[in-house]
């Protein structure tokens, strides 16, 4: 049957390769050793010189000063952008490995590698602890009851732990997963054994070593994900909603996770397609790989419609005076705007371009309505963090409505350099850790040599896949 | 003529907790008898009903009064949720319930802050001797409708035909066109009148006592309801007599 | 799945088919106090009927009660359909054969009872068909004189989802069902069964056309059937988030609390069904304790996602700082008897499932599924009893209304029919159609390979 040949690029050449005519390990590590060109050289001075001047920007910021917290909208506005494209990418191995989708077995590396990121992020996350009003100045807490009987600076605390937590969880699982990698690249290289043999930290794989990383995995798995929901939590709570007086969203810590979920499967997507056309992959990416994502992307995109419209419906709905305002702030008021195009960005492109069969099953396709996820993604953050900074927080006696609402912040240049420190430094380390963390898993694409073959079935071939668990 | 908006005003300070607005309330709008099993099952149906807060401990103990209403609410919440349109806003500033329309899913009883909704959950019974009574003018509901308080608007509609037919403007404060409750009230703590007329007693408390350091307020603004009741605030005059 | 047991074509259809050709020794018996149970549940409606809802516990202010949350919780469990048998069908689950059919006709009775518990709630159910557009022009009928019900009301919007959830439930339970149809009905002797299964099965022979068409026919209809699936029971929370003077009600997260609820409470209605029904008919060769296990894994999983959820409505819950919320939840905390019912409900709804479940042993044990998960649905219930019930109390300023429930006789009366209704349905069903689909099995059974690897067998399954 022609589909099964056309569409299966990846299975197909497996099982050329199992019958001995060239092995997948030999061919992924030539592609992975190779020098890298000219175009990845550019793209890593590109993306240094940038993380300099986002560094610098960051030291600009913080010399002018934390008084103003309108100023520092846009910071905010990036450091929340990091973690809610970059550091949502690495749940997509975590989710495809429970529900044991095999077609995730060529990109799930390229979404651990993602973990990185995360120390880009705490290093923008720094300044903004000093940003954030402490509990003493008038601002609710979510945790207890008598906003004086806690230290002022809890919020910022108990954030800081869970991020530093969060962050070491995801280095931790990058380097489990990549451990038999860096093995095999130890045994099979000279010269650059010994940064392998560290990395590989003894590696041998017998049969104890397999079934602790399936464990350990497991569990950082499951934690990875309980921090990503606990640290868009505080987000979404302490530096989000406390700044915005009388908006009391109790989906807002779901919709924001869901929102990351949607900004890394929007990168890995970007990611995939760049190593598939420009990264030498084409023999292992294949058209499933995009397809499934762009049939995430679709669905994750039609989510996003869903928790919108539950805020939207439980807060228009009553028409209460404080909730009128923060629907003024956030959406019908001076940011209309921006809300018209998040949503067009984020939930109209991605949902009607993904219903066509031409679109979501091509190589091109997902990517390009990836690019208007993240587009719609940040402008989503600027839509929450820029007003809630920019937000003049007293409340009127009589009327117990905002004083003023804030107009749309004006990006200047500090803004600017950091918004683009905040993009180019992920992708910075990012490219710089790919030289040695191989960016297709040589362990789990020869796992699958296993598991799956082409069978004689009936009068036809089918493709038949082992279950061992 | 500018069309009419219905308001009231309660002065708690004149208010003493008689609780003979609520008797005239079931006389005039045919409400059923409230029998002693309707207080023990907390179905009772007053359309006005007198609440008695009691402040401070023995020997100062105080008794606070205050009559509530439906307050006929500008963004009423109980009006968006009816599935059958049985609530709804006349052009008159009026919250008015269709009974015939109702079907009795009580969604708009759970949506009103002020709990002013009442629910017909048995079939009203008068004896013979108390049937004459009943009003003409007003429906008598059967089970499973729900009633509230319509600011007497029986009574405004009759008044406002009979000064059309017979020629003779309404006067404000004029007993044909206030509400039973008003007309019953004996130290006169209930006002009702037409706030788009500026020279109403109304409008003329409104103005006096609306401002922000005057008595008057509303009930439970923060849900924004924009209800059509002012509530005048009790004069203390403890405070003088206090040591502390 | 690890054990694996091939059938033959004939032994799978002496099987599936047995409960349809003849009764089984309990069946009368069941139903017939079943139907009982259901007897009495009626008089107690008609009790109800003639003398109007004052015989039930409710009372101002809480002016919604048993049924209410009888409708939630039904609809929660009519969840159960989709999950199993649509979403398991798009992830291409093969642990799913045995049960999507069992769960849809749970679906199927339990949104017919969540309609009935609505006709039970309403003052005066002979006027309810006021919620429905009909058209001005209806001879015969008295009706408001062309007056369309009200849009913005959630309880206009609540018939739209649930009929189509019901619609849709239905043309899936029959397009599924119709190779069985054909099967049962060239198994059955001549008679006026024969030929009601005849027009039934509309001519299925088992041609190669007709088996695409099956095929494809259950894949467009689960994503067709997604959106419902997410906007049924969000618009049913929306019946109590949109209100803003009820206390613990008007909470953003309701809408993606009640699905995940749902999910937890009907899957967990599955797995008592696939029990039961394992038990009743000995299906032992079909329903393997790896079904269990699977769907224990997916239970913990969602039940997790679910507490999750709690704690977030709580935490915003008491966010504001506002009395009469802080008083709800401290009445719901510290005062009998809602303390007692707020501790039972985290115990049997969370706490010992859950607890059972992180255990491989438990989860592989129909028995042990059977208990926790009757455990699970009663904790459900008294969930969805304590969003609604305390929350209507009022404990606001004006404690002058404060108010309290308790369910009457005739209220528990039909509770007990909803439930006996459920059941009776699903075992009518059985008795006329296979509930567990011999050709799914069938299908399951021709894709079964092994790979041999070294000395391990890996048990394979073939991806079309």
Redesign the interface.
């Known amino acids: 049957m022609k589909k099964i040949k056309n569409n299966l690029i990846f299975t197909e050449r497996v099982i050329e390769r199992s019958l001995g005519k060239v092995p997948v390990n030999k061919e992924l590590i030539n592609i992975h050793n190779r020098k890298r060109g000219n175009t990845f050289n550019l793209f890593l001075y590109i993306t240094a010189f940038l993380s300099v001047i986002g560094v610098v920007g960051i030291i600009l910021r913080i010399m002018n000063g934390f008084d103003d917290m309108s100023a520092w909208s846009y910071y905010v506005t990036a450091c929340m952008f990091i973690f809610t494209t970059f550091m949502g990418a690495p749940m997509f191995s975590m989710a495809t490995k429970v529900a044991r989708g095999n077609w995730r077995r060529p990109i799930s590396r390229m979404s651990e590698i993602f973990c990185i990121s995360g120390i880009a992020g705490l290093i923008f996350f720094i300044p903004i602890l000093w940003v954030l009003p402490s509990l003493e100045d008038g601002r609710k807490t979510l945790w207890f009851f008598d906003p004086g009987k806690v230290p002022a600076y809890s919020p910022h605390i108990w954030t800081t732990l869970a991020l530093i937590g969060f962050v070491l969880t995801a280095l931790t699982l990058l380097w489990l997963n990549a451990r038999p990698d860096f093995a095999i690249l130890r045994d099979k290289s000279k010269g650059k054994s010994k940064i392998y043999s560290f990395l590989a930290h003894g590696w041998v794989g017998s049969t104890h070593q397999w079934g602790a990383l399936r464990d350990r995995v497991s569990v950082l798995g499951i934690f990875y994900f309980m921090l990503l929901l606990t640290v868009l939590y505080f987000f979404a709570s302490d530096f989000l909603m406390a700044l915005i007086p009388g908006w009391v969203d109790s989906l807002y810590p779901v919709t924001l996770s869901h929102n990351a979920i949607q900004g890394g499967v929007a990168i890995l997507t970007i990611a995939v397609f760049i190593m598939w056309k420009w990264g030498g992959y084409q023999n292992f990416i294949g058209l499933d790989q995009l397809w499934g994502l762009g049939k995430l992307l679709f669905g994750i995109s039609l989510l996003w419609f869903w928790f919108f419209i539950s805020s939207l419906m439980v807060l228009w709905y009553g028409k209460k005076p404080n909730e009128r305002d923060v629907l003024q702030l956030l959406m019908f008021g001076k940011y209309l705007p921006i809300f018209i195009f998040t949503f067009f960005f984020v939930c109209i492109v991605p949902f009607f371009s993904l219903t066509l069969d031409s679109i979501r099953k091509s190589y091109y396709g997902p990517p390009i309505i990836a690019i208007s996820v993240l587009i719609g993604n940040f402008l989503d953050r600027f839509r929450h963090y820029g007003s809630a900074y920019s937000l003049d927080r007293t409340i009127d006696d009589a009327t117990h409505r905002f004083a003023s609402l804030p107009d749309i912040v004006i990006p200047n240049m500090v803004d600017l350099m950091v918004i683009f420190g905040a993009v180019s430094m992920p992708l910075f380390f990012i490219l710089i850790i790919s030289k040695y963390v191989p960016v297709i898993s040589l362990w789990e694409n020869r796992e699958y040599l296993l598991y799956g073959s082409h069978e004689k079935y009936y009068k036809t071939e089918v493709l038949v896949e082992g279950k061992p668990y | 003529m500018k069309q009419s908006k219905w308001g009231m005003v309660v002065d708690l300070d004149k208010c003493n907790g008689c609780q003979a607005c609520v008797v005239a309330c079931q006389s005039e709008n045919n409400i059923p008898l409230q029998k002693k099993s309707d207080y023990d ?4 149906i007053q359309w006005i009903r007198v ?3 009691w402040e401070g401990s023995f020997p100062d103990v105080k008794a606070k009064f205050i009559p ?1 209403m439906c307050q006929h609410c500008d ?1 009423a ?1 109980c009006e ?6 049985a609530s709804y806003h006349n052009n008159e500033g009026l919250n008015v319930q269709v009974y ?8 708009c ?7 002013v909704r ?6 009203a019974e008068w004896p013979d001797s108390l049937k004459n009574q009943l009003n003409p003018d007003v429906t008598v509901r059967s ?4 009633e509230k308080c319509t600011f007497c608007v029986q009574k405004i509609r009759r008044t406002k035909r009979d000064a059309k037919v017979n020629g003779f403007e309404v006067e404000d404060g004029a007993r044909e066109i206030n509400p039973a409750c008003v007309n019953s009230c004996n130290t006169e703590a209930l006002i009702f009148g037409d706030m788009n007329n500026p020279e109403s007693k109304i409008s003329r408390i409104k103005a006096k006592e609306g401002k ?1 350091d005057g008595r008057g307020y509303h009930l ?5 309801t924009s209800p059509n009741v002012l509530y005048l605030k009790k004069i203390d005059n403890s405070k003088k007599t206090k040591s502390h | 799945m690890q054990e694996h047991q091939q059938l033959s074509d004939s032994e799978i259809t002496e099987d599936l088919t047995a409960p349809v050709i003849r009764s089984a020794r309990w069946f009368w018996s069941v139903v017939g106090s079943l139907g009982f149970i259901m007897l009495v549940g009626i008089s107690g409606y008609i009790y109800e009927l003639y003398s109007g809802l004052g015989v039930t516990g409710v009372q101002r202010p809480v002016y919604w009660g048993a049924y209410i949350t009888n409708f939630v919780f039904w609809i929660g469990i009519s969840h159960a359909g989709i999950m199993v048998s649509a979403i398991l069908r798009l992830t291409q689950a093969e642990w799913k054969r045995p049960i999507t059919r069992a769960a849809e006709v749970l679906t199927l009775f339990s949104l017919i009872a969540a309609l009935s518990n609505i006709m039970f709630h309403v003052g005066r159910p002979w006027r309810i068909y006021w919620i429905t557009p009909l058209p001005p022009i209806f001879i015969g009928f008295d009706f408001a004189r062309g007056i369309w019900p009200n849009v913005r009301s959630p309880f206009v919007w609540d018939p739209v989802a649930v009929g189509t959830y019901l619609l849709s439930t239905i043309l899936f339970v029959y397009t599924c069902l119709i190779p069985d149809i054909a099967l049962v009905r060239d198994k059955v002797k001549a008679g006026p069964a024969k030929i009601i299964y005849s027009i039934l099965a509309l001519g299925f022979r088992g041609t190669p056309r007709q088996w695409k068409v099956q095929g494809t026919a259950p894949i467009l209809l689960s994503a067709l059937v997604l959106p419902i699936f997410v906007s049924v029971h969000s618009i049913v929370s929306w019946d109590f988030a949109v209100s803003i003077a009820v206390e613990g009600w008007h909470s953003t997260i309701f809408a993606p609390y009640f699905i995940i609820g749902a999910i937890h409470s009907g899957v967990s209605g599955v797995v008592t069904l696939m029990a039961g029904l394992l038990w009743l008919y000995k299906l032992d060769k079909y329903i393997k304790p790896d079904h269990f296990d699977a769907i224990g894994r997916l239970l913990v999983v969602v039940a997790t996602i679910w507490f999750f959820a709690l704690f977030l409505e709580w935490v915003y819950a008491l966010y504001p700082l506002e009395d009469p919320e802080i008083a709800l939840r401290n009445m719901q905390v510290s005062q009998p008897p809602w303390s007692y019912l707020f501790i039972v409900f985290l115990l049997t709804g969370f706490f010992i499932p859950v607890g059972a479940w992180l255990f491989k042993s438990v989860r592989r044990n129909p028995m042990w599924m059977f208990f926790t998960t009757i455990l699970v649905n009663i904790g459900m219930w008294l969930e969805r009893f304590l969003i609604i019930v305390p929350g209507l109390s009022r404990r606001t300023e004006l404690s002058f209304n404060w108010g309290t429930y308790t369910p009457s006789l005739v209220e528990i009366g039909l509770v007990a029919f909803t439930f006996a209704f459920v059941i009776c349905g699903v075992l009518v069903f059985a008795r006329i159609f296979p509930l567990i689909p011999p050709f799914d099995i069938k299908e399951g059974m021709r894709f079964r390979h092994v790979i041999k690897i070294g000395k391990k067998n890996i048990s394979a399954v073939v991806r079309e």
């Open positions: 099952e907390n179905r009772v609440e008695r807060y509530i963004e919440p968006p949720v009816c599935p059958v349109f015939n329309r109702c079907i009795g899913t009580r969604f009883a759970n949506n009103c802050p002020y709990q009442f629910f017909n959950f048995w079939e089970r499973g409708i729900m922000k439970m603004e923060h849900y924004g």
